[in-house]
């Protein structure tokens, strides 16, 4: 089971270089978008073949996943800002190790929970990695796309609570099925006026970079993480999400040629020790 979660953490730190690909075209984020999800959908059926049980949607199930929907198109739209701006492989770092750090901090605004004293120094090493990251001391931090990762963690941060809420309602692998169906008709509505005949004159580096994005670094790679995290339990497999900034990196090295800065790697390993003590428990 280690081989297959490795893997998904691969096809997700694949998937930033694959993101940068696709938005270098003419073709809107909109339209993307809402193609990315399309597919996505439909690249599921298989699975939930496979899985033979049955989809189950009430009323309560029904607002996880409308929200999941919007929110996980929301997700898509600060990622495709970032890489226009800046570089896939900071997406790959920033959004990996903020996220946690930023779905913490929520969970004890949200739910008051305890803070322990690591948690507390966590909170504190991951805003000062994030400061790294982001190089707040530089006069154009807000043209960077930096700050559209920041605003991905965030958006990540809020749907990460929202799917856990969902997981005593329905299965995780319905529940991402069912966030990319109603995701579809969300992201069609910017879609219509932006175009979709545009992706008709792409050429193969766009749909191998979308399909990807979809079928390869979505469906498969959640899937694989969602049926290891059953079977090893989420916080044995969430420590393997480490993985995905360093793969981002590379992939974005060898496929781009992207070289990270020193304070965007300083910043991740920073955060990544924040994560850390933010997940410490008592012996």
């Known amino acids: 089971m280690a081989g297959w979660i490795v893997l998904a953490m691969v096809l997700w730190g694949i998937g930033w270089p694959a993101l940068k690909v696709v938005t270098d075209t003419a073709v809107p984020v909109e339209t993307v978008t809402f193609l990315r999800?399309?597919?996505?959908?439909?690249?599921?059926?298989?699975?939930?073949?496979?899985r033979r049980k049955p989809l189950r949607l009430n009323r309560r199930t029904l607002r996880f996943s409308i929200a999941a929907g919007a929110l996980n198109v929301a997700f898509m739209y600060f990622a495709f800002w970032?890489?226009?701006?800046?570089?896939?492989?900071?997406?790959?770092?920033?959004?990996?190790?903020a996220s946690p750090i930023l779905t913490a901090l929520l969970a004890l605004l949200v739910f008051r929970t305890r803070v322990t004293?690591?948690?507390?120094?966590?909170?504190?090493?991951?805003l000062f990695g994030g400061m790294l990251m982001l190089e707040v001391w530089h006069a154009d931090l807000l043209h960077s796309g930096n700050v559209?990762?920041?605003?991905?963690?965030i958006v990540w941060a809020v749907l990460t609570l929202l799917g856990q809420q969902s997981?005593?309602?329905?299965e995780p692998i319905h529940f991402n099925f069912w966030l990319a169906?109603?995701?579809?008709?969300?992201?069609?509505?910017?879609?219509?006026?932006?175009?979709?005949?545009?992706?008709l004159d792409q050429d193969w580096r766009f749909w191998t970079g979308l399909l990807f994005l979809a079928i390869m670094g979505q469906t498969v790679a959640s899937t694989i993480y969602f049926v290891a995290a059953g079977k090893i339990g989420s916080a044995r497999a969430g420590s393997y999400m480490f993985l995905v900034p360093l793969t981002a990196l590379a992939a974005s090295f060898l496929l781009l040629g992207e070289r990270p800065s020193f304070w965007l790697v300083a910043g991740g390993a920073v955060s990544t020790a924040a994560v850390y003590f933010i997940n410490a428990r008592k012996r």
Not at 82 to 97: D, M
Not at 148 to 153: D, M, N, W, Y
């Open 181 to 199: 169906v109603f995701a579809v008709p969300i992201a069609l509505v910017p879609a219509l006026p932006a175009g979709l005949g545009t992706v």
């Open 82 to 97: 970032g890489v226009q701006t800046g570089s896939a492989g900071a997406g790959g770092v920033i959004i990996t190790v």
């Open 148 to 153: 559209f990762f920041i605003g991905s963690a």
């Open 167 to 170: 997981h005593t309602e329905m």
């Open 117 to 126: 004293p690591p948690q507390l120094l966590g909170l504190g090493v991951g």
């Open 37 to 50: 999800f399309a597919i996505m959908a439909v690249s599921f059926l298989p699975i939930l073949y496979w």
